[in-house]
């Protein structure tokens, strides 16, 4: 089984998530994405591209990433595992704000079976939290008092861990390390 794990905004490939998904012993998909200069229409595309030729049961997106993460679960009805994700990026980019907010529309497919998220108590603050709680009202959804936006201050490991064997993908055949 493989994860595709999505950076945040000028993030690396193998951020906190990649590192805690091959501590849990998975084979991880992690592209690098330039933000800045592709446009929100392009990623998702790109991102359904990985999909036909990959086969992933498991999606994870930090931040920014999390919105496409969101968006590719919505669209594949594949579990995602949410790690301080940013929902609402057309608040803040105004010049991609049109295509933001027609991906945005996709959230509202979501499966709450498929939703599990991890957010820092210090990151409640952004105004995507209210919504989050409402995609991912469910007991997989964990705030972690003293935790911040980056996955270093969460624990992932343990978490990832948790969420999937709650998935089915616990069985030593099911992860392996590449």
Same mark, same amino acid.
């Given at each position: ?14 951020? !906190?998530?990649?590192? /805690? #998904?091959? =501590?849990?012993? +998975? ?7 330039? *933000? ?30 999390? !919105?496409?993460?969101? /968006? #590719?679960? =919505?669209?594949? +009805? ?7 994700? *940013? ?34 108590? /210090? ?56």
């Amino acid at each position: 089984m493989h994860v595709l794990n999505l950076h945040g905004y000028r993030g690396w490939q193998h951020n !906190f998530a990649y590192e /805690a #998904l091959i =501590a849990n012993g +998975c084979q991880v998909i992690s592209p690098a994405i330039d *933000y800045d200069s592709t446009s929100p229409e392009t990623i998702l595309d790109d991102l359904r591209r990985i999909a036909r030729q990959e086969q992933f049961g498991l999606v994870v997106g930090t931040s920014l990433g999390g !919105f496409f993460a969101a /968006a #590719l679960s =919505a669209e594949l +009805c594949i579990p995602v595992i949410l790690v301080n994700p *940013y929902l609402m990026p057309f608040l803040s980019d105004a010049e991609h704000a049109k295509a933001y907010t027609a991906i945005f529309g996709r959230l509202s497919m979501l499966d709450r079976d498929n939703v599990s998220c991890i957010a820092g108590e /210090a990151d409640a603050g952004d105004d995507s939290f209210a919504l989050l709680r409402n995609l991912a009202r469910n007991e997989r959804f964990c705030i972690v008092q003293g935790g911040q936006h980056s996955g270093g201050t969460l624990p992932l490991k343990t978490y990832f861990g948790e969420m999937l064997g709650y998935y089915g993908f616990a069985e030593p055949n099911d992860c392996l390390h590449l």
